[in-house]
């Protein structure tokens, strides 16, 4: 079984930093692309950030400039790093990863369960 935990998240004041991880255990033989998404209240879940498994990355208009995804493939970690937040950032932010099992030729899509986001002064 495949697991995906995100971690890192919290209060924050505007400007202010967080880098938050994506850590992927189980029997995994391979992580091609993973991405990071956020949903706020009352809206629709939404793509901030993505890197493929050739480290190929892209990034929300809203988000560029501001937020950095990188891997530590060692680890089975991807990181975002947010920089001068905005309250408009608030959200619950999630990732998801195209993972192949050891015993499996396909790549299956998981999620993490998401940490939250929050900034306020």
């Known amino acids: 079984q495949v697991q995906l935990v995100e971690s890192g998240g919290g209060l924050v004041q505007p400007g202010g930093s967080l880098r938050l991880s994506c850590a992927a255990s189980?029997?995994?033989?391979?992580?091609?692309?993973v991405g990071w998404h956020r949903q706020a209240p009352g809206k629709q879940r939404e793509l901030v950030a993505r890197?493929?498994?050739?480290?190929?990355?892209t990034y929300a208009d809203s988000v560029k400039g501001r937020f950095t995804i990188s891997r530590d493939g060692a680890r089975n970690t991807v990181y975002l790093e947010m920089n001068n937040l905005k309250p408009e950032d608030t959200a619950v932010y999630y990732c998801?990863?195209?993972?192949?099992?050891?015993?499996?030729?396909?790549?299956?899509?998981?999620w993490g369960q998401g940490t939250q986001v929050t900034v306020s002064s």
């Open positions: 890197i493929t498994g050739g480290d190929t990355t």
């Open positions: 998801n990863a195209n993972i192949r099992q050891s015993w499996s030729i396909h790549y299956t899509l998981y």
């Open positions: 189980g029997s995994i033989d391979s992580i091609d692309a």
